[in-house]
């Protein structure tokens, strides 16, 4: 079992920013994908920021050139804990939301490709 356990929420002012980080407790045989998820009460999670084995990125318009999402070492490497950052400038209001990292991989080489899945990490951001 893999479990990811997110971390540097919290409240921000508007303007303000912050840095996610997300951490694998085992090392992965392969992965690919890392990505950050994002949910407001009552409405369906949305994908924010995501990141492929080649390192290519791909950000949901609301937050380009604002978000910027990290771990190649992770995703290329073989790390013995693989770690996914978020780092998060000029937030605004409509930012608040659970945070959520993913990660697509296999832990083992006979094993299954699945999304593993973190808690979450509040984001606040209010006057």
């Known amino acids: 079992q893999v479990q990811l356990v997110e971390s540097g929420g919290g409240l921000v002012e508007p303007g303000g920013s912050l840095r996610l980080s997300c951490v694998a407790s085992?090392?992965?045989?392969?992965?690919?994908?890392m990505a950050w998820y994002r949910q407001v009460p009552g409405k369906e999670r949305e994908l924010v920021t995501i990141?492929?084995?080649?390192?290519?990125?791909?950000?949901?318009?609301?937050?380009k050139g604002r978000f910027t999402i990290s771990g190649d070492d992770a995703i290329t490497g073989d790390a013995a804990k693989p770690t996914v950052t978020l780092r998060m400038i000029r937030l605004n209001p409509e930012d608040t939301a659970d945070y959520y990292c993913?990660?697509?991989?296999?832990?083992?080489?006979?094993?299954?490709?699945?999304?593993?899945w973190g808690k979450g990490t509040i984001v606040v951001v209010s006057a």
């Open positions: 085992r090392r992965f045989f392969g992965i690919a994908t």
């Open positions: 990141m492929d084995t080649l390192g290519f990125t791909n950000y949901t318009e609301s937050v």
């Open positions: 993913s990660i697509e991989g296999r832990v083992t080489e006979s094993a299954s490709h699945r999304n593993y």
